[in-house]
């Protein structure tokens, strides 16, 4: 095309009225055509899971457990405090508030943190408030990445790690967890995938900037233990590596299994940004804010992404999470504080889920933490027939395939790994919890009866 291009160009210098209207209007679709493609470093990511199964969802009305959001009312404390800001007497609220975060919200989180972490931290300096924890990944992951900075990525993964450190000019290196327990040896938890420890050693050189952890995992559910986050840290420690730790469903791990923010292990401080989400905390993800806290030196440059793209996130949002979250400290003695009584809730709903899906032939993987759940649908491999699904890997035919003739949706988990990876998750599917009891009953059913229909 761009031969053509130039030899258009050279007959319209030559002979210019011998060149008509239509080569003249030809040339310049075809130069802007090459000028408004897509920039190199997205190429590649054009494709995303969410926007194709939200269409498929609305194309073929299944009982949708794919995206990841609560269908019952946040708390309510959270939705009238943003309901009162708004129509309240300080007009302000509703006007532009600080950049780095609004006051009230960075307060109440650098005391949250404070006393989690162990340390004080510094409203003003250590804490960022973001559009989300997506856009805190996306400002510590350009904030900390150069050209042919080496940044490696857990497999699974939250399917937007890669293209942002593709488009930071960094080289994503692979590692994906192993089911470690045989088939047919009973039922799988999250903590039977595991890291190869040497492996994981030998990822790390003088290139490698950093590491994204997620802990509690989406999708597998693993909280990692103390001997797993030590294990990365001291070789985050011994190569001068940053971790960057994505914690959005800290509040989410179920008896007896803790949630350990790697910040808090010995000299891990001063090289962790840990990232969370008001969205997943209240169960409000439709208000996209999220945070990035840790050492003032590392923040800063999170800080000056963050300036330079989103500058200031929503006001009234901010102030309502803050007076959520200074209830929830001010009762986090009591069960009844919404960060332990969320996953409460859930254990039933991760019990119901596992039993209907372990009814009708999948193996689960029960998670420890988070509200998803992973499944092996192999098992079922005759009763499908994917022989008319065209996507090129089978997690993706069999979720389609379930959409339009069983109407139920889940998500193809090898979205979430590398494109050689893909195949390593091809026999699984991952449904979401954090539904109704009476949507989750339906999914029982709906399964049931296709199971009776065989
Ligand atoms: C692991 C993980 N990180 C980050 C996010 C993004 O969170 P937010 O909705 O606050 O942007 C999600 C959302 O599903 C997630 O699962």
Redesign the pocket.
Known sequence: MFVACRSLQAVSKVVPSTVSGIQRRLLASMSSANKFDLPDRYRGSEKSVWVEYIQLAQETQPLNLGQ?FPDFAAPEHVTKALAEVCTGENVLMNQYTRGFGHLRLVKALSQLYSKLIGRTINPATEVLVTA???EA?FSTIMGHTGPGDEVIIIEPF?DCYEPMVRAAGGIPKFIPLKLVKPSGSGPVSSGDWKLDVDELSSMFNSKTKSIIL?TPH?PIGKVFTQEELTVIADLCKKWNVLCIS?E?YEWLVYKPYKHIRIATLPGMWDRTITIG?A??TFSV?GW?T?WAYGPANLLKNVMTVHQNCVYTCTTPVQEAVARGFELEMSRMDSPECYFYSLAEELLPKRELMAKFLSDVGMVPTIPEGGYFMIADWSPLANKVDLSQEVDKYRDYKFTKWMSKNIKLQGIPPSAFYSEPNKPLIEDYVRYCFIKKDENLHKAAEILQKWKGSN
Request: net charge positive; charged share 20%; aromatic share 12%.
């Open positions: 990841g989300g924890a997506y990944l939250f997620n989406n994505d959005v989400s969205g997943k993800t996209k999220g």
